[in-house]
């Protein structure tokens, strides 16, 4: 895959560490730049990677980079008995459960600290697992969708919610001037890490969406894969089926 992009390249620490020191230390201000950097369309791409998963009437679902608990939260309205949800922040994740506390959802969703690449949980365990925006974080992206069909029960399902890149004139060209200056730029200033933001645009680039990224589902033991762009392919749901 290549040598992977990292916030730091000046640091020692591997890809994994660097993540979670990244959003341990924006933690308090990442879910208004989530909000405010997509406008608010993030909400609606996660109804619509949601509502993905009605027919299949999954009663435990794993979210994976789970962060502030936003998809698990979300996740509610398909009537689930469980939701556990994973991630490698832990300040990310004090703020994710108080949501879920303040919510009153305490009984049905568990955050837990959790690493894609060895989940703790054992095989064929879950319904359906989610990602949202946070693959392209993994270390080892390989690994980390092998250790997802694992925990996976046979027939369940994979949506992974990304970011991709649209190809068509101008929103390719206006994606692009937004994710390289404007976006950086705005999420230093807010939320003091100088790192964060432009970290996020290049990984973004070296992901491998689309057809690439199918392939690689289908390889670690998928089928039955799927690829839906979002807003003129600003964003991608990807789903698929463990065999």
Known sequence: MGTPVVPDIKSKAGKKEQV???????AHRYD???????LGID?????KAINLLKKENPQTILDV?????????????LHPQRINGIDISEKMLEIG???IKNK?????IELSLGDSENIKFPDNTFDAVTVAFGVRNFENLELGLKEINRVLKKNGTLVVLEFSQPKKFPVKQLYKFY???????????????SSAYTYLPESVIVFPYGEKFLELLQSTGFSNT??????????SIYTGKKV
Not at 32 to 38: E, G, I, Q, V, Y
Not at 43 to 47: D, L, S, V
Not at 181 to 193: A, M, R, T
Not at 226 to 235: R, T
């Open 65 to 77: 980079a789970t962060g502030t608990g936003d998809f698990a939260i979300a996740a509610m309205k």
């Open 97 to 99: 459960r108080e949501k």
């Open 32 to 38: 208004f730049l989530n909000h405010f950097f997509s």
């Open 104 to 108: 009153k959802l305490e009984k049905i």
């Open 20 to 26: 979670a020191a990244m959003f341990n230390n924006i």
């Open 226 to 235: 799927y690829c839906k762009q979002l807003s003129f392919g600003i964003s």
């Open 43 to 47: 909400k609606i791409w996660r109804r």
């Open 179 to 193: 994710f390289s200056n404007i976006l950086p730029f705005f999420g230093k200033l807010i939320s003091k890490d």
